[in-house]
């Protein structure tokens, strides 16, 4: 974590020198796909924020590469037996991206988000069990999003994120008790939807 | 064998409360740890049983402890845990309790140390697992299982002078003609006890 935030400054400082700065938000719906999970899996209601800094060069038009800082809160539902175990994983990550603007109002970007888990907490039914130990420490995820401005300097967006990495590393145990071994599972999949307000007006008047 | 408790020289007993990180995986039991985190479970049939561990007291046994007893002629260990069995997690409301008889007469174990990385195989008659079933008390004695415990960890915690770390894995059947068909899979336990003498 220290280091992902050692390589933010080191990133954003020569960038926010010619960059477009913007402060984003929103929710984020989110999922996983499994193998191994037992249940059934439903979607988890979270949130995001963060800040961006995109380059605002216009002779590299219509391409712009860019870097968001962002904390990102989502998880899924596993439910078994009518019982609800809800995972809620909170990360906080850097997410290079290369955004294109073919047209004044829409851009699309691609990147990866990559980001350390703060925390992950488990509930079970209507019992907050606590913090759990259970997912690696980071995780990798391709991101696409698109983006429409609404009117100058609020934008719109939806965004995809694709969990690269699993979460879970786990050594499993068969029901006669002996380990079977190493089991890998748990990747992410995340639609958000927030508003990215360009903050160049506000601080052009500072 | 015939089990005579009437002298235990060696109790071993959980100290403090439980911390259920639940199982990646299937999230009703707790995750198999090496840590002390004084929890257990399986399930019983088709239903979920949890143990996460309180402080033991003599006068309240309908507790979620471990126990560990040593006979003094050394020829048996008996390993007890007390849980709650439900239909789900929500409903974990009956107590029963899991034990465990191991015919020590050819191992001659005779410390906590000595348990770790055996595999006690449970044949149904000299080494058994056991349901201890408070709506079903009948068969506390006769119907045993045959199954497996293995004992991963046992380990003393350093810089302590009587606190043990127990860890380790289980499953059996209980398949008898005359007893209640129980199938008892996915065993886990995780328990930091401390060495406390009992004689009577």
Redesign the interface.
């Known amino acids: 974590m220290q280091l992902l935030v050692w390589l933010s400054i080191f990133l954003l400082l020569p960038l926010g020198t010619f960059a477009q700065f913007s402060a984003y938000g929103g929710i984020t719906a989110s999922t996983v796909s499994k193998e191994y999970l037992v249940g059934d899996i439903q979607p988890q209601m979270g949130y995001h924020f963060g800040l961006g800094f995109q380059v605002s060069d216009s002779s590299i038009a219509p391409f712009y590469p860019g870097i968001r800082l962002e904390a990102v809160r989502n998880g899924y539902i596993q439910e078994i037996e009518s019982v609800q175990h809800v995972i809620r994983l909170s990360y906080f990550g850097i997410a290079p991206y290369l955004n294109y603007t073919p047209l004044e109002r829409w851009s699309t970007s691609l990147g990866v988000f990559i980001g350390g888990i703060i925390q992950a907490r488990y509930r079970q039914g209507a019992q907050n069990i606590g913090v759990t130990e259970n997912y690696r420490e980071s995780d990798i995820r391709l991101q696409g999003e698109i983006e429409w401005q609404v009117y100058e300097p609020v934008n719109i967006y939806l965004n995809y994120a694709h969990g690269l990495r699993d979460l879970v590393k786990y050594a499993d145990i068969d029901e006669s008790g002996n380990f079977t071994g190493t089991i890998r599972d748990v990747k992410i999949r995340a639609i958000s939807l927030g508003l990215r307000v360009n903050m160049a007006p506000f601080l052009s008047k500072l | 064998m015939k089990l005579t408790w009437a002298i235990i020289i060696l109790g071993v007993l959980t100290s403090c409360g439980g911390e ?9 039991l707790p ?2 740890s090496e840590e002390g985190k004084n929890t257990a479970g399986c ?1 019983i049939n088709s239903e979920v049983w949890q143990a996460i561990g309180e402080a033991y007291s003599l006068a309240n046994s309908r507790n979620q402890y471990l126990q560990i007893t040593f006979t003094t002629d050394n020829n048996t260990i008996g390993i007890n845990i007390g849980g709650y069995q439900g ?4 409903s974990l409301n009956t107590y029963v309790e899991l034990a465990f008889i191991i015919d020590n007469r050819d191992t001659k174990i005779q410390s906590i140390n000595e348990l770790e990385g055996r595999t006690f195989v449970l044949d149904g008659d000299q080494s058994f697992g056991r349901i201890i079933d408070s709506r079903d008390f009948f068969q506390y004695d006769i119907c045993r299982g045959a ?4 004992i991963r960890y046992a380990s003393a915690v350093p810089d302590t002078n009587d606190e043990y770390i127990i860890a ?4 059996f059947s209980v398949d008898q003609p005359t007893c209640r068909t129980a199938d008892v ?4 336990f995780d328990y930091r006890v401390n060495i406390s003498p009992i004689s009577n």
């Not at chain 2, 259920?20 to 009703?28: A, G, H, S, T």
């Not at chain 2, 899979?185 to 886990?188: C, P, V």
């Open positions: 259920f990180i639940p199982d990646p995986l299937d999230p009703r995750r198999y399930f239909k789900s997690v929500d199954g497996q415990l293995h380790g894995t289980f499953s899979r996915s065993g886990r």
